[in-house]
């Protein structure tokens, strides 16, 4: 048998559910700083999945800004083609991938925007060019050519001249409420470890899943 050339072994350390913190965002945190420190590029980038009118699913790269106990945060144009899918289905999964760690994180639940103040705290923290960009871009919308979009660009920045750019009203932020995080770890043989965290009430129950 000829052997696949993009097959990787796995040989990461195992998953044990005894180890694990007792809420998926303490665990998260843990994971998450191990991609830090492993320079992985971008640990924030996730995979963003929603559910269109017709029960289609979409999915797209999305960098997640920030997490906490209530969920993780990310900000886009409210009037996208996933603005308008949260807004019919509030519901979505983001999947983070840490190839160089041999892991994953699928982090599933209902979606709410988030207070404008904090959306207004983050756009004030963007890049003055991205700032104009979220002013420039009908995202998701058709455009005729690449230069359109750099004439809009340039028309907001003479728009606002030197003083301050403030926040779109159809742009802001999202926080994806979990109420189940799955933990993926690469094992020897493909018998990968797969630990379950189910919401509750307020409470986070655990199981282990078949690979």
């Not at 983001?94 to 160089?100: G, H, L, N, T």
């Not at 109420?179 to 018998?191: A, H, S």
Request: proline share 6%.
């Amino acid at each position: 048998m000829t052997e696949d050339p993009l097959r990787v072994d796995y040989q990461a350390g195992g998953l044990d559910g005894a180890d694990l913190a007792a809420d998926p965002f303490t665990q998260f945190a843990s994971w998450f700083d191990d991609a830090v420190r492993a320079g992985v590029a971008e640990p924030n980038t996730m995979v963003l999945a929603t559910v269109d009118d017709s029960g289609r699913p979409a999915v797209r790269a999305v960098l997640m800004k920030s997490f906490d106990q209530s969920g993780l945060v990310f900000f886009t144009n409210y009037e996208s083609a996933k603005g308008y899918q949260l807004l019919t289905r509030p519901v979505a999964e983001a999947c983070f991938v840490w190839q160089a760690l041999h892991r994953q994180v699928r982090i599933g639940g209902p979606v709410v925007k988030v207070d404008p103040a904090e959306s207004d705290a983050y756009f004030a923290s963007r890049p003055r060019g991205a700032q104009l960009a979220a002013w420039a871009s009908h995202q998701s919308a058709p455009i005729a050519s690449r230069r359109a979009l750099v004439n809009r660009f340039e028309e907001a920045g003479s728009r606002f001249g030197d003083g301050p750019i403030e926040r779109p009203e159809y742009w802001g932020g999202y926080r994806l409420e979990a109420d189940r995080v799955e933990f993926w770890q690469g094992q020897p043989d493909r018998l990968h470890d797969r630990i379950e965290y189910c919401l509750s009430g307020d409470d986070w129950s655990t199981q282990r899943l078949c690979p």
